[in-house]
């Protein structure tokens, strides 16, 4: 039985209004010191602020039950849209559950949203708001940086936690599963309160080919495009396989050394794979690369593989939304590992955290269907009872041959990604 959504009370469907911006806004420095709701790579995307509605569902269903609710919000609008791209119009953000059947999926519906596409900016407001209005006030300044940090093991200290990936290992040796994706947390408490404008800004100027991304206290800067649909064209971008950045040539060695490591092609097939497997019965045209390329951040690098497909226009995978295409493809095996089942189960045994949103489908939808969702990955979760003090996560893809002391040292490299943002 799927669990009753939590809805904002007394929620009204207003006229919508969209109008185009004479200017290119920076979209990150107009976010207010709370509530706000990104999703930017290289300048362009969505930012909101406000909240006109809202969904916390959960349970088995939980995304229908927000497809539905979404369909029929958006149904009942009066949309007045000057621009008409994806993304103008009705938007909602959203951040799933990594399980969403056992947690808890947010989906806020803004009331002011900025959006740029193209060299086009945009802005929607919901209600009474004047467009031309909401940008003449000043955003409140930042927050003072933290001059202090102190770090704290989450659910496993680091021996515990290369216990766990030894025991995965052994488990996939017996045969019971190819691929498990164990994580593990980090926490961290500030001398003051954590800004998250800052710490977006400092994501996104470090890592401007990642999708800068805030929903409901959760934060990050994505690698990994689970899927986007545009019309009847998706497109996704599978990650999986990593190796540090080094200086010099032995950069250069380490990107030929990950490319033709035969253990993290291995890995990187697994998740291609699943994620090929669960989206093909959408689509009349699925469209794979050969093998994997590299994508090079400034702290790692990844292989990487971009899938391109066109949706069916009849039957029910031909009327299915973005959000049922995501339900079907997630998780895959970059997330979780296979079988997907089999994984699950695994980590529950041994990662001994609730992983929350992390880990789960990040992003945003518009009333026409259009929509980008990424994989919650390189995040934290602010502390709701306490604004110093967050909930950072990493995590590796364990496979046959996977050594517990250079998995335990791949989440390091992926956990200085937010830590940098908040030690800048």
Known sequence: MTAAAVTSRDAVAPAVTTV????????????????????????????????????????????????????????????????????????????????????????????????????????????????RDVLAGTPAPLLPAPARLRYADGALDPASWCGAVAAAVRRIGDGDLAKVVLARDLLVTADVPLDARRLLDRLAARFPDCWTFAVDGLLGATPELLLRRTGRQLSARVLAGTAPRGAGAEDERLAAGLLASAKDRAEHALAVDSLVQALDPFCTALSVPDGPSLLTLPNVRHLATDVTGTQRRSGRRGRAGLLDLVDAVHPTAAVCGTPPQLADTVITELEGMDRGRYAGPVGWLDARGDGEFGLALRCAQLCDDDPASARLFAGCGIVAGSDPAAELAETQSKFAAFQAALED
């Open 20 to 131: 185009a911006l004479p200017d290119t806004p920076d979209l990150l420095r107009l976010l207010p010191a709370e509530g706000g709701l990104s999703w930017v790579r290289r300048g362009e995307g969505l930012v909101g602020w406000g909240e006109a509605d809202r969904l916390e569902v959960s349970g088995p269903g939980a995304l229908a039950e927000a497809a539905a609710w979404w369909a029929d919000r958006s149904a009942a609008l009066s949309v007045e849209d000057g621009v008409d791209v994806p993304g103008s119009g009705p938007v909602v953000f959203a951040s799933i559950a990594f399980d969403p059947a056992a947690g808890t999926s947010v989906f806020v519906v803004p009331e002011v949203v900025v959006g740029r596409r193209g060299g086009v900016s945009w802005m929607t407001t919901t209600g009474d708001a004047d467009p």
